[in-house]
């Protein structure tokens, strides 16, 4: 199994709710990444979990709060965005246990629309 | 600060042809570079990875190369088809900082049958 699942798969919100982007992965990888991708361009990591430590946070603002409850989940808490927050969310995982070999797998990716 | 520039942003070829996409970077200091594909709206699948000690990798019709020294990595698609149209990205991870993925903007591939 070398699935990374995420739900949902389109989420339209407005700018004063509270929605949760959740990833799931059953491949026993320890390290699992958020990233955002606008239209037409690459990926941009946002952060990055270790052993469900938060390693990696690239100066994300506090409206974005992310969490791993285990190491087979991580979610990504949503308040008060702005509509320049809409973009493709990406969830990914990784073994972490060689960086010269460590292949990250992605889900498909959350569609996010902030009204 | 790494960069990784990808050429050409957009290539259309016929069905059957051989191609090459290229990707430079910056930084030679690298642990791997990953080749990625990426369907319109969809996730990104992983293809290739080559270590910073390797010089290339082959998984059936692809075959990555990688040239560590002057910052260039290929990617060769052997007897195209229409389903390899998608966008093709390539990230390298830098060694020291962060070390985290740093992506090219892509190459949009058409294969036209």
């Known amino acids: 199994d070398t699935e990374v699942t995420q739900t949902p798969k389109h989420l339209v919100m407005g700018m004063t709710n509270k929605k949760s982007l959740k990833c799931e992965q059953h491949m026993g990888h320890r390290a699992m990444y958020w990233y955002k991708q606008k239209a037409k361009k690459p990926p941009e990591l946002m952060f990055v979990y270790s052993y469900e430590k938060l390693s990696i946070n690239e100066s994300v603002p506090s409206r974005f709060s992310p969490e791993c409850p285990n190491s087979s989940l991580l979610n990504l808490h949503l308040h008060a965005l702005q509509p320049e927050d809409s973009a493709l969310y990406l969830c990914?995982?990784?073994?972490?246990?060689?960086?010269?070999?460590?292949?990250?797998?992605f889900g498909p990716g959350t569609r996010l629309t902030v009204l | 600060k790494q960069e990784v520039t990808q050429i050409p942003a957009a290539l259309s070829v016929p069905e059957g042809e051989n191609l090459v996409l290229n990707c430079s970077f910056t930084?030679?200091?690298?642990?791997?570079l990953q080749w990625f594909r990426q369907d319109p709206g969809k996730g990104l699948t992983s293809l290739l990875l080559i270590q910073s000690s390797q010089r290339e990798q082959t998984s059936g019709r692809l075959n990555a190369s990688l040239d560590k020294s002057s910052g260039r990595s290929t990617l060769y698609i052997a007897a195209s088809q229409p389903g390899d149209s998608a966008t093709y990205l390539c990230a390298v991870r830098t060694q020291g900082g962060s070390e985290k993925l740093v992506f090219g903007k892509g190459t949009k591939l058409t294969v036209n049958p």
């Open positions: 930084d030679s200091a690298i642990y791997n």
């Open positions: 990914a995982s990784s073994q972490d246990n060689g960086i010269n070999t460590d292949t990250q797998y």
